[in-house]
């Protein structure tokens, strides 16, 4: 038996509470409403966020854990230089005293190298120059592996240079793409007014840096083109993209980069590019300054006196709909979280992150890796061959639990306690050294994607690698305490989530080793794709906001990954005593519990604005067809909750999509 956990031994402690649901729903009409439709009305968007759920639950956990952490850190600076790096940090951010002093000084020196630009190779120079600082602009530039040879890091070119969330934000001319439009110009004016220019100067500032980022947006593909790992793989020498972008001479740019002496380049939109030549020519001088400050003032915004801050925040109120700017506290911490956190992080896990959390979750991975071979052996429509690459791809997957075995040390970063912007400057320009050094270097696969009190988890297809924080590895998906019901069906789909993400259509692309390399047969590529465009259709046919749909392609690989983890998790649920077990707990038996389960990780009201945004951003579906729209393909759900014909959910067996 793969059995993690008894039943609660606490009956006190309700893990499925029949407070939080709304049991005059039908759970075969809408099964995310009758699961927690009690508290979605009790738990509104406070006024500080954009949204409220079960993540969002934990993330302010998390948040006031580490508000705990720096907060003693900052007392305790004399300890040694962990204390002293996260704890100045810290308290230079909550020093608001001086920072409201300084107003824009900090970015002043950044402007003055701008003012000194005379021509267009000036403005090469600056933005290389600004890039190594970690301001960068126009596009994106980064080294990691070579998708087809991950035994070696390539510096990497991606489309870029706009502010706004999305491309479309610039191209669609629907009421809310204008509105937001309209906001970004009004945005942009009252901030170039609070570097000094005069209102007339600051609209034509506006016009010009709106003019620019709209041709770069107009040049960009659309998230669902870049989703596809085949279509972003454009291989040059640095000399070949050279001859395509005159006016950018790519072995030079490089140099100034700290990507000295390379002959290969990779390029995600070799089209982008050629637009931004054109662009360089055809711009003025002056107009390309304007830009240049607008993407300094624009990063630097959130760290400087209120006036910026503020005026940030505007903007951003009409983004995503919040009320209220999120306490200074909480964006400091995050801030320190996300430059230095794997010193943080340290921290996080001697507090709360106790060592049989992850002696559990690697029994967790186990079972699940288990019941996904079973899966795949079962499956009526892959051959043999393929199938034994699948199984191969799946034994190889490398696990990150918890927190790193070694750890980050930020050699290089100068924190002082009294300058809060120079700190910031510090540690980009080292994440900018610490990502650029790394060409010429064995790949280190010992690397983190994300920190130790992050509230998430990931697979990264080049590594075939499946990561869980620390921070994840709490209530409503994980709890030691609880019955496997609950585990299995909170942290057990989530596991099973990340592995079939090596499998979606994306993931399934690359190797056992990494590697983006056909190996599948036509027949069952072929295969794979016709039940995968069912899961784009029926996600396709989801209404969010009455007139928006979700993009059933751009979800496409998380909602691959929702089904196929779910469906393996409840058949590793199964091998467990409880599984085999008929006994009711809270009056629920134990495959509604699982179920429950699921349903309750994926709560949450969202506020319309940012929900509107999400769903042109947002690779995931809103949590309400993550939680339904796998469900409704799983037999035992239906057998579970006795869904019959004529519910709301209800899909003939036929008609119910098996992918993995």
């Known amino acids: 038996m793969l059995s993690m956990t008894p039943p609660d031994k606490d009956p006190k402690k309700k893990y499925i509470d029949r407070d939080n649901m709304d049991l005059s729903v039908k759970p075969g009409d809408d099964f995310y409403t009758y699961a927690n439709g009690n508290w979605l009305k009790k738990n509104p968007v406070p006024a500080s966020k954009t949204s409220w759920g079960s993540f969002h639950e934990l993330r302010d956990k998390s948040a006031q854990a580490l508000k705990t952490l720096l907060e003693d850190a900052g007392k305790n600076t004399s300890k040694g230089r962990l204390q002293q790096m996260v704890g100045d940090y810290y308290a230079s951010g909550m020093d608001s005293v001086t920072i409201e002093k300084l107003g824009y000084t900090p970015i002043k020196p950044e402007f003055t190298r701008i003012d000194a630009v005379k021509n267009l190779n000036g403005v090469l120079d600056e933005m290389a120059y600004q890039r190594t600082q970690g301001n960068g602009m126009l596009f994106g530039f980064g080294v990691s592996q070579d998708r087809r040879n991950v035994n070696k890091y390539l510096p990497q070119l991606g489309q870029g240079g706009t502010t706004l969330p999305d491309r479309d934000y610039y191209l669609k001319n629907d ?137 940030n925040f505007e903007f951003s109120k009409v983004l995503t709909g919040q009320k209220v700017q999120t306490p200074r506290w909480e964006r400091v911490s995050g801030l320190v979280d996300r430059q230095l956190g794997e010193l943080l992080g340290q921290l996080y896990v001697q507090m709360y992150f106790k060592p049989e959390a992850k002696e559990r979750m690697i029994k967790l991975v186990d079972n699940l890796e288990a019941s996904f071979k079973e899966h795949i052996n079962g499956l009526d429509w892959m051959s043999t061959e393929t199938r034994k690459r699948a199984l191969a791809k799946l034994t190889s997957f490398k696990r990150k639990i918890g927190y790193p075995d070694k750890w980050e040390t930020y050699e290089g970063v100068t924190i002082n306690r009294n300058d809060f912007y120079g700190n910031l400057k510090s540690a980009r320009k080292w994440a900018y050294n610490y990502n650029v050094t790394r060409l010429g270097q064995p790949v280190d696969r010992t690397r983190w994607g994300m920190t130790p009190p992050t509230i998430n988890a990931y697979y990264n297809p080049v590594n075939n690698e499946i990561a869980f924080p620390a921070g994840i590895l709490q209530f409503p998906f994980f709890d030691a305490e609880a019955d496997d019901a609950i585990n299995y069906g909170g942290i057990g789909a989530v596991i099973g989530h990340e592995m079939t993400h090596g499998f979606d259509d994306s993931g399934r692309q690359y190797d056992a080793d990494g590697t983006l390399r056909d190996w599948w047969t036509k027949e069952d590529a072929d295969n794979f794709k016709l039940r995968a465009d069912k899961v784009a259709a029926q996600f396709f046919g989801y209404k969010v906001l009455d007139t928006l749909s979700v993009n059933g392609r751009l979800t496409l690989g998380e909602n691959l990954a929702d089904l196929g983890g779910l469906a393996i998790a409840y058949d590793a649920f199964k091998k467990t005593k409880q599984g085999q077990s008929k006994e009711q707990i809270n009056g629920f038996t134990p495959d509604q519990r699982f179920f429950l389960s699921w349903a309750q990780i994926w709560r949450a009201n969202v506020l319309p604005e940012t929900q509107a945004q999400l769903i042109l951003t947002d690779p995931h579906s809103p949590g309400r067809y993550r939680c339904n729209g796998p469900v409704s393909n799983i037999d035992a759900w239906y057998r579970a909750f006795n869904v019959q014909p004529g519910d709301k959910m209800y899909k003939a067996p036929e008609d119910r999509i098996r992918v993995w």
């Open 175 to 311: 009421a809310r793409s204008r509105q937001v439009r309209d906001a970004y110009r009004d945005h942009l004016t009252k901030m170039f007014v609070l570097v000094g220019e005069t209102p007339q100067q600051a609209a034509q500032s506006a016009a010009t840096v709106l003019r620019l980022e709209t041709a770069l947006a107009q040049a960009q593909m659309s998230r669902v083109e870049m989703r596809d790992p085949q279509k972003t793989y454009n291989k040059f020498t640095v000399s070949e993209f050279s001859k395509t972008t005159p006016n950018l001479n790519w072995s030079r740019i490089l140099d100034q980069f700290g990507a000295k002496k390379q002959d290969t380049i990779m390029v995600s939109n070799p089209t982008f590019f050629r637009s931004v030549d054109s662009l360089l020519t055809a711009t003025p001088v002056a107009d390309w300054k304007t830009y240049m400050k607008w993407n300094i003032l624009s990063d630097a915004a959130p760290y400087l006196s209120s006036p910026f801050v503020k005026q």
